[in-house]
C-alpha cells in the first residue's frame, strides 16, 4: 500500500469517527482532496487509491496539472476538479476553461467573468461561495450580511451553477470555538436554504479541524496535509 492509500484510509475512518459522534451518515460528507504544491504523481496515487476530487489552491500550477493528467485516466474514472484559492480577474478564464468547480467566489465581478467564459461545450461551472464568517477585514470572502444579494445575483447566471458555501475560519483554541463559527457558516447555509437556494454544498473543515466542522453539519471536508504529507515552502509566488 503506498503511503497517500493508507492516508487515505485513515481519513476514511476519522470522517466515519467524527460523522458518528455527530449523529450523521459517513456517506454526508465527501473528501476533496487538496494537491496544491504537490506533482501529478501524487494525483495519480490517490486516483489510483479511489480519489476523484481534487482541490487546487493557485490557479496557474491547478492547469497545469489538469492537462497533464487529462489524458491520464479512462472516462469512466474522470477527476473532478476545484479550484479553491483565490481568483484574481485576469485568471478567470483559465478557471472557466479547466475547473469542474470553483468554490472561492466572493465577488460579482468575478462570477460574471466566468459566466461570460465557461465554454459552451462543458456543463456548468459548479461554484460555492466563500464567506468570511469570522469577519476578518484582509481577508477573502463576501461578508454574511452581503450574502443573500451575492447568491441571487450568481444563481441567475445560466453558466455558472450555485451549489453551495465555502469558508476558511481561522483557527480557533479547541473544539468547542472551532465548532461555534463553523456553525455560522451553517446557520447561513440553513438561511439560504429556507429562502429557497437549492444548496447541497457547505465546504468546511480541514487537515487540523475537520472533526469540528463535521460536527457543525460540513458536507464536504479539504484535506490536503493529511492525504498528501506536510507541503513543501512554496518558492514562486505565481498566483
Ligand atoms: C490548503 C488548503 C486546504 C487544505 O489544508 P490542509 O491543512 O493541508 O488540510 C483546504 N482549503 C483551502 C482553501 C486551502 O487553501
Not at 455560522?184 to 472533526?211: H, I, K, N, V, W
Not at 458536507?219 to 512554496?234: D, E, I, W
Request: aromatic fraction near 6%; glycine fraction near 8%.
Amino acid at each position: 500500500m503506498t503511503t497517500i492509500e493508507g492516508n487515505l484510509q485513515g481519513l476514511h475512518q476519522r470522517i466515519a469517527q467524527a460523522c458518528a459522534q455527530a449523529g450523521r451518515e459517513a456517506n454526508q460528507v465527501s473528501l476533496l482532496a487538496v494537491s496544491k504544491t504537490f506533482g501529478p504523481d501524487a494525483v495519480r496515487q490517490a486516483h489510483a487509491a479511489g480519489q476523484r476530487a481534487f482541490g487546487e489552491n493557485y490557479v496557474q500550477e491547478g492547469v497545469e496539472k489538469i492537462l497533464m493528467l487529462r489524458e491520464a485516466f479512462a472516462p469512466s474514472e474522470p477527476i473532478e476538479w476545484h479550484c479553491i484559492g483565490p481568483v484574481q480577474s485576469n485568471k478567470t478564464r483559465l478557471v472557466a476553461e479547466h475547473f469542474d468547480w470553483v468554490q472561492s467566489v466572493d465577488r460579482l465581478k468575478i462570477a460574471e467573468r466566468l459566466n461570460d467564459q465557461r465554454p459552451d461545450d462543458l456543463p456548468p461551472l459548479q461554484v460555492c461561495l466563500q464567506v468570511n464568517v469570522d469577519g476578518g477585514l484582509t481577508k477573502s470572502g463576501v461578508a454574511p450580511n452581503a450574502l443573500p444579494a451575492l447568491a441571487a445575483a450568481v444563481s441567475a447566471l445560466p453558466r455558472l451553477r450555485l451549489r453551495g458555501l465555502m469558508c476558511i475560519p481561522d483557527p480557533a483554541e479547541g473544539f468547542e470555538a472551532q465548532r461555534a463559527l463553523f456553525l455560522q457558516a451553517r446557520a447561513l447555509f440553513d438561511r439560504l436554504r429556507a429562502e429557497g437556494f437549492p444548496l447541497d454544498t457547505l465546504s468546511m473543515g480541514m487537515s487540523d479541524d475537520l472533526e469540528a466542522a463535521v460536527a457543525a453539519g460540513s458536507t464536504m471536508v479539504r484535506v490536503g496535509r493529511a492525504v498528501f504529507g506536510s507541503r513543501p515552502k512554496r518558492i514562486t509566488s505565481a498566483a
